[in-house]
């Protein structure tokens, strides 16, 4: 089993840039696959990147891709969210989730394919 804990939401404004980051406890990070979703009030939870075991795959809804990076350090057993020239309807609270996967090029792009979820960090961004 891992434990998620998010962190480096908060108030920005438009344009700016922001990094969460998500610390898994354990020793078998790096055997996860891992996703950020996020959820803005009255919206179903949605995919906003996702990211394979040894980091090699990655994928991005259309919304964010160009302005986030995901990244994972597994040695530091942590994945980040990296998002720049962050926009009003980027607001929501990120969720961290892991799924334990036998590939390592295997990306998870939906919520229901994960097993483990964090209890999330509120951005909020203003005009």
């Known amino acids: 089993q891992v434990q998620l804990v998010e962190s480096g939401g908060g108030l920005v404004q438009a344009g700016d840039s922001l990094r969460l980051s998500c610390a898994a406890s354990?020793?078998?990070?790096?055997?996860?696959?891992m996703g950020w979703f996020r959820q803005a009030p009255g919206k179903e939870r949605e995919l906003v990147a996702a990211?394979?075991?040894?980091?090699?795959?990655?994928d991005y809804a259309d919304s964010v891709k160009g302005r986030s990076t995901i990244s994972r350090d597994n040695a530091k057993n942590t994945v980040y969210l990296q998002m720049n020239s962050l926009k009003q309807e980027d607001t929501a609270v990120y969720y961290c989730?892991?799924?334990?996967?036998?590939?390592?090029?295997?990306?998870?792009?939906?919520?229901?394919?994960?097993?483990?979820w964090g209890q999330g960090t509120q951005v909020t961004v203003s005009s």
């Open positions: 990211i394979s075991r040894n980091g090699g795959n990655r």
């Open positions: 989730a892991a799924k334990g996967a036998l590939m390592t090029i295997i990306v998870g792009t939906r919520d229901a394919w994960y097993e483990y």
């Open positions: 354990g020793r078998t990070f790096s055997t996860y696959a």
